[in-house]
């Protein structure tokens, strides 16, 4: 595999909190490669991360989040939860919430799904995040992009927070993957 991270890991202090922003974008040519990329976050994975996924309509947010549950040897099969909003897995690192705020209309909806109760014990992927990143200030945020013009199976994916949890292991990452991929 030739797929490399994109450039650096750019990390910006962003005012005065004191907090900073990490991103880097890595450009991968297949399915297998995204599944690579999300069994090496997967790793990284604490008890009260939240992910927020987003991206066109088949880009691969639900194809993410299986690779993640399959790299945290979830004994279930994930799959799309659109129909039931948020669905709940046992992993080898806990309860893992995958929710797809695809079909909710509003951020007061979201709330009203009650996760706040299971989040902070549990990792979260939630597909659209955008939808809901005011709730979430704390979340690496994943952006997948189809290429223009490009192969089938080419995605860039973007992973940003701006928050300092990710900020020394977006870095990490970044090198594992430039190393693995
Ligand atoms: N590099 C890639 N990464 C992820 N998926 C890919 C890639 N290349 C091709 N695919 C294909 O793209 C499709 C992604 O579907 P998936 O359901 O994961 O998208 P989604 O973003 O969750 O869609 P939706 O917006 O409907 O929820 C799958 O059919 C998958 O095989
Ligand atoms: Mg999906």
């Known amino acids: 595999m030739d797929a490399k991270p994109v450039g650096d890991v750019l990390r910006t202090p962003t ?46 947010k639900t194809s993410f989040v299986k690779s993640v549950g399959q790299a945290l040897n979830s004994s ?18 806990g309860r893992l919430i995958h929710v797809d705020t695809y079909r909710l209309s509003s951020l007061a909806e979201f709330r009203d799904l009650g996760l706040e109760e299971y989040l902070p014990t549990s990792i979260g992927l939630i597909e659209w995040g955008s939808a809901v990143r005011n709730d979430f200030r704390h979340a690496l945020n994943i952006q997948i992009d189809a ?12 992973l940003q927070s701006d928050d300092i949890r990710w900020s020394d292991d977006l870095e990490s990452i970044a090198l594992e993957l430039g190393r693995k991929l």
Do not use: K, N, Q, W
């Open 15 to 60: 005012s005065a909190t004191g907090t900073f922003m990490a991103c880097f974008r890595i450009h991968v040519r297949s399915e297998t490669e995204t599944a690579r990329v999300a069994s090496v976050l997967a790793a990284y994975l604490r008890e009260g991360d939240v992910v927020l996924l987003d991206g066109a309509l088949g880009s691969g």
């Open 76 to 93: 279930d099969v994930i799959t799309s939860p659109t129909f039931g909003i948020a669905h709940f897995y046992d992993t080898a690192r």
């Open 147 to 158: 290429i223009p013009g490009g192969d089938d199976g080419e995605r860039e994916l973007t």
